[in-house]
């Protein structure tokens, strides 16, 4: 049983910043222009997470310094593949490489250091206890307890939704999505829905960043995202880039991923096996999302 | 209008991000002040040999990283005051995909000895030794078979005996709130490969050592520079009775670090005195003495006394490895356990205890 709460408690903690970047990644496809950036912006949130939150030595001003940062660089990538038609692709790249290029010179500049950036004095975002649900024996245990991201990462799932589904700007997003032209003949000013959405992407990608860095760690190292945007974006193309299945696809990978780092130890199973199951179920399930889809005869 | 305006602005950017973007390539480090300062009384005492000179070739992470690169720096430093020798320290943007190239360069230098501390770059040295047979080489962590190639080999299994014994006592004692009664402990590789399982080979057997029913918990993060998989790696073992976990994982150990202060735990650090990341919960650190190792090749080659084709090896013998002051955490363990850990080290050195290398087997 406690094994059982443990792998469930991991699974949601690691989920986290897969959620958070997840609903940024599924914003962007919604509007049609898949967000490749994830990566960076994600690396540009932890960052500046980081290093605002031990300046000014307040984690809250560095949460918000991280989605503004993330922003930031968000507002380039719009700019380049908004206004300048650049190759999504291409663009994308570009500021995932400028990301961490500029992030890794900052810090020898700034901090005289290479690699990680820890400053002792920074605090951690605190973790909450849910007050009812805390009592009750196996729900308090999975559910209460974590770290502030972790819940606002369920309700990032939740605004998404009603954003989408619920609200003018997020029939406009879809709509501007599925086919821009006649979006604009509708009169819907595409140019600001792209921009808003890759914007609120980008709050959520500095989230999904300072999750790692000020959530769960409190330093900033190189590349600490290691591929976790990817992922994210693999969930958008397992949910179909709806809200509810790409969290379902985040926490299946945050729920294997815990569950192999619990296989590997103690357990005398060569460490490659288990390492291998997170990505064996990506690529399990997306194949069977094509495979579903020319059954169906439709794209996406 | 505002779309002209942007092309500019755009291009700003995008100079402003290029500019950002290509950090300054560090001119070679000339040590002159130091090298020419010390040099003058030994040429006026030794009037007719020209001080020899040495090239050290940075690796990965660059000079800066208070860590195996300004340890090994420091050494030759410390090698230029002490001998007179001329030292040059190269560094490069890209120390791997370069190899061959920064060899080469040094090699026709003129330098009599050529050092690298890039791993990487066995396979261009294998191929650029030949071409200079009048220069010696030197490579650290690896050997190259090569007759004008000095091997700088480090025993980590001895260190890593010793840091796996002290945490075998530790993790039973009493009164120490760190520890709970189980009989586990973890270590954590990045990834699984001889290099690696060295270390954590070395660890088991120092705590079998201690006691055979001490169970190792071991995991791979299949990477070093992922902090938040080390802290889920550490926090999965804490779970399992474990309360002191060894970083084998380089950047993916700040993450073990981090776990053993949130759960009040204890970590072992790796390679340099780490201890005070977090102070009081790196119970030690294994400690490689690059620096020691770099000094004691350019003393030889002073001497005369350094020939290729050959490897050496730094163990605990040659002060080459070793365990941390443990300076916030010795106060934690009874005297008697670090007693017993220097009893070991003295077996191990005398070759009473012998401790298996696998990259041997």
Sequence with gaps: MEALTNVLFGTLRVSTPLLLAGMAVLLSQQINMLNIAIEGLMLAGAFSAVVVGAFLGNVWLGLLASMLFAMLFTLIFALFVIDLKANLIVAGLALNILAGGLLAYLLVVWFNTRGVYSPGTLDKLPLITIPIIDQIPFLGAVFSGHGVLTYVSWLSVIFTSLLLYRTPLGTHMRAVGE???????????????????LLIGGAMAGLAGAQLAIGDLTLFSENMTNGRGFIAMAAVFFGAARPGLTALGCLLFGLFDALQIRLQIGTGIPPQLPQMLPYLIVVGTLTMIAVRRKLKGTSI | MFKKALIPLVFLVVIVALVACSSPVPAPAEEKPAATEEAKPTATEVPAVAPKKVALIIAQGGLGDRSYNDLAYSGLQKAAKDLGVEIKAIESPDPVGEGEQLLRTAAESGFDLVITLEYSHFDPLARVA???????????????????????????????????????????????????????????????????DKFLVGYEEGAHYIDPDIEVLKAYSQGFGDPAKGKELTLAMYEKGADIVYQVAGGTG????????????????????????????????????VDVAIYDIVSRLNDGTLEGGVTVEYGLKEDGVGLSPMKYTKDDVPQEFLDRV???RLKIIDGEILVTDVTKE
């Design chain 2, 254 to 289: 700040e993450g073990v670090f981090e776990a053993a202060e949130e759960k009040n735990h204890y970590a072992i650090g790796v390679d340099s005195d780490q201890d005070y990341i977090k102070p009081g919960y790196i119970l030690t650190s294994m400690l490689k003495h």
């Design chain 1, 179 to 197: 086919h821009k032209e006649a979006a604009e003949t509708a009169g819907i000013p595409v140019r600001r829905v792209q921009y808003t959405a």
């Design chain 2, 130 to 196: 030949p071409d200079y047979p009048d220069t010696l080489f030197g490579i650290v962590n690896i050997a190259v078979d090569q007759p004008n190639v000095v091997s700088i080999i480090f025993k980590e299994q001895e260190g890593s005996f010793l840091a796996g014994a002290l945490a075998a006592m530790v993790t039973t004692m009493d009164g120490n709130p760190k520890v709970n009664p189980d009989k586990v402990i973890g270590a954590i590789g990045g990834v699984q490969s001889a290099g690696i």
């Design chain 2, 342 to 344: 220097d009893e070991i």
